[in-house]
């Protein structure tokens, strides 16, 4: 499915309608360059999701896990993860495999451990359509 934005509010706006649709145990993967709106998009999935704090990309800590929504949210940004392997580390599979779901930004970097059945997300620009036009692929993981 690809879904079209031309400002911040509606990409937050396909987050927060995918977080209200989010259910325990799925993962979605985040993939786009740098200021392409993953973390806009993020703020989104977490008010669907009825989280009420403030949400951030967690680049320095790699995991944010916000518990006051419906479900837990597993927030990754691994920008900063050299080798996949450091995603065991800090036990990633308890929350690929945990009570909530699973948001991950630069999924792309690690996605040889990514679980199939993962929903991706690309946001990418298009400057010829615009500086806030966004286009946005969802569908399943290979």
């Known amino acids: 499915m690809v879904r079209e934005t031309r400002s911040e509010r ?10 209200m649709n989010a259910r325990a145990g799925e993962i979605y993967t985040l993939i786009g360059d740098l200021g392409v709106g ?3 998009f993020t703020k989104g999935f977490a008010a669907g999701l009825g989280v009420s704090e403030p949400v ?22 691994v920008y900063r993860i050299a080798e996949p392997e450091e995603m065991e580390e800090i036990g990633s599979d308890d929350y690929f495999y945990g009570e909530g779901v699973c948001l991950i930004e630069w999924a792309d970097l690690i996605g040889e451990i990514i679980p199939s059945g993962a929903i991706r997300i690309q946001i990418e620009k298009n400057l010829l359509k615009g500086f806030d036009y966004r286009k946005i692929t969802i569908g399943k993981e290979q």
């Not at 509606?10 to 977080?19: F, L, P, Q, R, V």
């Not at 518990?67 to 597993?74: A, F, M, S, T, V």
């Open 10 to 19: 509606e990409t937050y706006d396909i987050g927060y309608e995918m977080g």
């Open 56 to 77: 951030s990309s967690p680049t320095f800590t790699i995991l944010q896990i916000y518990e006051d929504g419906r479900i837990p949210l597993y927030h990754f940004d």
């Open 38 to 40: 993953k973390t806009v």
